[in-house]
């Protein structure tokens, strides 16, 4: 039905039916809370108007109306709270198995990595049913990643990564704005999400031949001579990686972190900053050494590491990409 | 009868008459002169940061960045935001009405530091010099809200002196609070105890609250902007290991809290206009006074609700989500008084009651949408579009600058001795309220369509066209609404009609005295025997506007 309302964004992903309801819900409300208000002040300003022989009759305040017209409300808001905050924990909750979008943002435009290694600017295509998670990161200033037929947004910061996740489920053409402001061309900030369908998303993956990023950073990994520490057994000198993405990592200080996107990125910028438990503090740092790209490549393969040969080479989740168009 | 005109006006030794000359102005300690020197300077900076706003809108009628440079734009709307946060909301009820009004209302000869209430406005003024050097010498493009690393190390404009300028000012602005607070503790006249102040002091008393504890914060955080673009000192920086959300941490401690600054002086103005003009006793006096000290003291716990997206923890912005509900409360509280006040009265309709019912309905839509953005669902939607634009300028312009208009009508005779035209008061009371309407409602659909805010060029969305061109047609007719009350009371200190003392048969202690009042403002130290708004004992309607 709002498909084709006027002044109504177009509604292209999984969550963004649930935020429409919300957001009806809360507009009926207040529609109601308003005209409840306006009612009573129009009704009183007319009839209580001044008229001769009639003076104001003084009402004491009263703490049963204070006390019903607090709790009331609060118990709306509270209903508002709780429906928001679900919503809200289910948009930061990626699925495990969700295809994963590498994102460098810098003034003005937007670069994309597809783990199947396919890289594009300003310009984001995804297929209709496929969970997909962007794992984004700024060279400059603080950006925002926000499409509006999703009703999603992430800042995007210089530093450390952060991330959200989506499920198209309608095909065609949308917006991709910045939505924090970042200087002079942040209005030129802009680029197309181009949902297509799993066949013609395909088509689309096949055509420039790149090679998965698991793999680019799998090359990195030797090249940069990470493997001659990072062994795949228990004789390196530095921990080894396989199945250490997505698992608590128990530290020397006796601290334990769960090793996500953001750990590894730090544990190759600056490596002293948490040292593994059993191990010593003798990896350099990688900072200035690698670009942003090239992280995206390794923390990529890092969290490759461990899983099955066909998931690590970009091929997993397209055979969940079946289409679930309705 | 309070209705007859003093006839001996000019006669009479008042405030505005006892001395004459540039000095006696300039060196003056009298917290009514001084209200007057903050008043200039507020209009005027009201005026330098509307104009600004009408360019902004001028350049989005259009889609294409036509009328002004990407650059250009940018500082339009940064200086728009910290000229009229920083050097008008902030300062306009405080610094005017309160300073001219706490005093008078508690019984006092003066606030407790004249010497102080001096400095304040001078800091105020060294704080608008640096802004309007900042804009004379190119602009400053940060957004108000000075975000790092852009402002500390992208920016190529004045960033620092635009920081100093607003270092400056808000220790204007702890000054004024903290001589607020002592005098209201230690200044009120026998008789006037806690529970019989006015509402506006108890409003200002919270406000006054929130600026000396919350101000100092700003200022660190705005210092530490100014010193890392100087010596790149890596506290923000993440190339340095500094965190830019700490920047936003700090910035949004003060910057939450300074909502209330602008928006709580503007309820104290309701509460004593809506008793006024509908001859009734406050309802609930200690709910009202409860609710705005709830409002000041929760308002310091909600500041992260300005960062749902930002990058803090899904946890953290769960525990600020239920925090914004919980300070939503004691304003729905005071809605619901207002409107019960109304009840039983004998409602007349002059200026200043236009500006209250304006103000009941436009907070009450400011306040409702507020509630949208504090539930995290929709704000990852609508955050950073013109849906926060509008739900901002709904409390800020809707709200507050309806208050303070509101209060100017409300108060302009006691502090000018004339009255103004009422008949003009109305229709520009009816423009401003219409001309808001039409600026800033499409701004609420335009973000729900996703629009984000700060856009200088929108070419690529078109479809957002219609909306904004509504809204910068209601951008001109608020600009004649405002431009007419300025019209009208300068005209009116010379032809306006003399005014007398108590022209409203309003309760409370300044209508007691002359108006305009002497010196120190009451001939002897008055006694109160009576609750605020005694309108059960003052049998006298409003007179009826000629």
């Not at chain 1, 590894?264 to 503090?281: D, M």
């Not at chain 2, 001096?118 to 802004?131: E, F, Q, V």
């Not at chain 2, 910035?251 to 209330?260: D, I, Q, R």
Request: aromatic content about 14%.
């Amino acid at each position: 039905m709002l498909e084709n309302m006027p002044f109504w964004p177009a509604r292209a992903s999984a969550a963004a039916g649930n935020v429409d309801a919300l957001y009806i819900f809360l507009v009926v409300v207040s529609a109601l809370m308003v005209t409840l208000i306006f009612t009573m002040v129009i009704v009183f300003a007319i009839r209580f108007r001044r008229r001769a022989g009639r003076c104001a009759e003084q009402v004491e305040g009263s703490a049963a109306l204070e006390i019903t017209w607090s709790v009331i409300p609060f118990c709306v808001f509270m209903v508002f709270f709780v429906w928001g905050a679900s919503v809200y924990f289910r948009e930061h909750t990626p699925p495990r198995d969700a295809a994963e979008v590498y994102t460098v943002a810098k003034q003005w435009m937007w670069k994309f990595e597809h783990q199947e290694g396919q890289r594009e600017l300003n310009e984001l295509h995804v297929p209709v049913g496929r969970d997909m998670k962007m794992i984004m990161i700024s060279q400059d200033v603080i950006h925002s990643f926000y499409v509006p037929a999703f009703r999603i947004k992430q800042d995007v910061l210089p530093g450390r990564y952060t991330t959200i996740w989506f499920r198209a489920t309608k095909a065609g053409t949308y917006h991709l704005f910045c939505a924090e402001y970042c200087g002079t061309l942040h209005s030129g900030m802009i680029g197309w999400v181009v949902v297509m369908e799993p066949r013609d998303y395909q088509a689309w993956l096949s055509g420039g031949g790149n090679q998965p990023l698991a793999v680019t950073g799998q090359k990195l990994f030797s090249e940069l001579g990470c493997s001659t520490c990072h062994r795949f057994d228990t004789q390196g000198r530095g921990p080894n990686l396989t199945g250490v993405y997505g698992k608590p990592v128990l530290l020397e200080d006796g601290r334990t972190v769960m090793a996500d996107e953001n750990y590894i990125r730090e544990s190759i910028l600056s490596p002293n900053a948490k040292i593994v438990n059993g191990f010593k503090p003798i990896m350099p740092t990688f900072q200035g050494l690698v670009s942003d790209e090239q992280l995206s490549a390794l923390v990529a393969y890092v969290k490759s590491l461990g899983q099955s040969q066909s998931e690590q080479t970009g091929a997993r989740g397209m055979a969940t990409a079946t289409p679930q168009t309705k | 009868m309070a209705t007859a005109a003093v006839g001996e006006l000019g006669e009479r030794e008042n405030y505005l008459n006892r001395e004459y000359g540039i000095k006696s102005w300039l060196l003056t300690v009298d917290h009514k002169r001084i209200a007057l020197l903050y008043l200039a300077g507020i209009t005027f900076f009201f005026f330098i940061g509307g104009f600004f706003a009408l360019l902004i809108r001028l350049e989005l009628m259009t889609p294409a960045g036509d009328l002004v440079q990407a650059d250009t734009y940018n500082k339009l709307f940064t200086m728009h935001g910290q000229v009229m946060i920083f050097f008008f909301l902030i300062p306009a009820v405080p610094a005017v009405l309160g300073n001219f009004l706490i005093p008078m209302m508690i019984g006092a000869k003066d606030l407790a530091f004249p010497h102080i209430n001096l400095l304040s406005w001078y800091l105020y003024i060294l704080g608008g010099t640096l802004m309007l050097y900042t804009i004379l010498a190119g602009g400053v493009d940060t957004g108000w809200t000075f975000y790092t690393p852009l402002s500390t190390e992208f920016l190529k404009t004045q960033v620092i002196t635009a920081a100093l300028a607003v270092f400056v000012a808000g220790f204007s602005s702890i000054l004024t609070g903290l001589n607020f607070i002592v005098t209201i503790h230690r200044m009120r006249c026998p008789g006037m105890t806690w529970d019989r102040l006015p509402l506006f002091v108890w409003a200002h008393y919270a406000t006054s609250l929130i600026q000396v504890l919350g101000t100092p914060v700003l200022a660190i955080a705005i210092v530490l902007v100014a010193l890392e673009r100087l010596l790149h000192l890596g506290v923000f920086n993440p190339a340095m290991g500094g965190d830019p959300l700490l920047f936003q941490h700090l910035f949004w401690f003060y910057s939450h809290p300074a909502v209330y600054i602008m928006i709580l002086p503007g309820m104290g103005i309701i509460s004593e206009i809506v008793c006024c003009f509908s001859r009734k006793r406050i309802f609930g006096y200690t709910a009202m006074a409860l609710a705005v000290l709830g409002i000041a003291v929760v308002g310091f716990l909600v500041w992260a609700h300005h960062m749902f997206v930002a990058g803090i923890s899904i946890y953290a912005a769960l525990v600020f989500s239920i925090l914004s509900y919980f300070v939503a409360v004691p304003s729905a509280i005071k809605v619901f008084n207002w409107t019960a006040t109304l009840y039983k009265g004998s409602i007349t309709y002059q200026t200043p009651m236009l500006y209250a019912f304006g103000f009941i309905g436009l907070f009450t839509i400011g306040g409702l949408t507020g509630l949208f953005l504090a539930c995290l669902g929709i704000d990852v939607h609508v955050t950073d579009t013109y849906f926060v634009v509008a739900h901002f300028h709904y409390i800020m312009v809707g709200g507050m600058v309806m208050a303070y208009l509101g209060g100017m009508h409300f108060w302009w005779p006691k502090i000018s001795g004339r009255m103004y035209p009422e008949g003009w008061g109305r229709l520009a009371a009816l423009i401003v309220f219409l001309g808001f309407n039409l600026t800033f409602f499409p701004q609420f659909i335009l973000g729900y369509m996703g629009m984000p805010r700060r856009y200088w060029d929108y070419s690529k969305a078109p479809e957002f066209q219609i909306l904004n061109v509504l809204s910068t047609a209601g951008a001109t007719i608020l600009a004649v609404g405002y431009l007419l009350p300025m019209t009208y009371f300068l005209w009116s200190m010379r032809y306006g009609e003399p005014a007398p003392d108590n022209p409203w048969n309003a309760a409370g202690l300044e209508w007691m005295t002359s108006s305009p009042p002497p010196t120190y403002n009451f001939d002897e130290e008055p006694v109160v025997t009576w609750e605020a708004y005694n309108y059960d004992e003052i049998k006298e309607e409003v007179p009826v506007a000629q």
